[in-house]
Antibody, heavy 122, light 111 residues
């Protein structure tokens, strides 16, 4: 059974940094692309970032480009999201999602974690 | 403002049918596969339909998907109270912006 468990969500001040982690199990982690998708309270889904199976290619939403960095450790079965220069509009639940394929730029989100809440406020 | 357009809400009585449309453009739905996700309040989204019209194992055949041109449609027949949730369409865009895109979501209410 696929399991994705996010951690690292917290209350942070604007301008500060935070790193989210996602522990993956139940599948061959290094065969699949992975993503972060966020949802502000009461709002819809927004794709944040994706990474290929081998970290060879990554992609970001325009809203986070230059501030967020997605990475993965295939030896440890972990996905990460480094978030810098955080803004109040970054406040959201951040979901880790498994792709159905190996490339981040196409496909669908096959499995989702339970989400980690990031609140950016002073 | 979402790249894909969905109605904010649809409703119908138990046993009836609802359809949710998802409108896009030639750079997303027009050339790429569409997926649908179901989300209950306070929980993570769940894959409902993939590759326009395929259901993952465990998804009842009351749920169906289709695509025509730059629009996709999710249908739910034999509506049940347990179907009350938010539904999102998704695909990827291959214009100047390359990335995954979602619709704004549709709240299904069972009257």
């Amino acid at each position: 059974e696929v399991q994705l468990v996010e951690s690292g969500g917290d209350l942070v001040q604007p301008g500060r940094s935070l790193r989210l982690s996602c522990a993956a199990s139940g599948f061959l982690f290094d065969d699949y692309a992975m993503h972060w998708v966020r949802q502000s309270p009461g709002k819809g889904l927004e794709w944040v970032a994706g990474i290929n199976f081998n970290s060879g290619s990554v992609g970001y939403a325009d809203s986070v480009k230059g501030r967020f960095t997605i990475s993965r450790d295939n030896a440890k079965n972990f996905l990460y999201l480094r978030m810098e220069s955080l803004r109040p509009e970054d406040t959201a639940f951040y979901y880790c999602a498994k792709d159905e394929g190996s490339r981040w730029y196409k496909g669908y989100f096959e499995s989702w974690g339970q989400g980690a809440l990031v609140t950016v406020a002073s | 403002q979402s790249v894909l357009t969905q109605p904010p809400s649809v409703s119908a009585a138990p046993g009836q049918k609802v359809t949710i449309t998802c409108s896009g453009s030639s750079s997303n739905i027009g050339k790429n596969l569409v997926s649908w996700y179901q989300q209950f309040p306070g929980t993570a989204p769940k894959l409902l339909i993939y590759d326009n019209n395929q259901r993952p194992s465990g998804i009842p055949d009351r749920f169906s998907g289709s695509k025509s041109g730059t629009s996709a449609t999710l249908g739910i027949t034999g509506l049940q109270t347990g179907d009350e949730a938010d539904y999102y369409c998704g695909t990827w865009d291959t214009s100047l912006y390359i990335g995954r895109v979602f619709g704004g979501g549709t709240k299904v209410t069972v009257l």
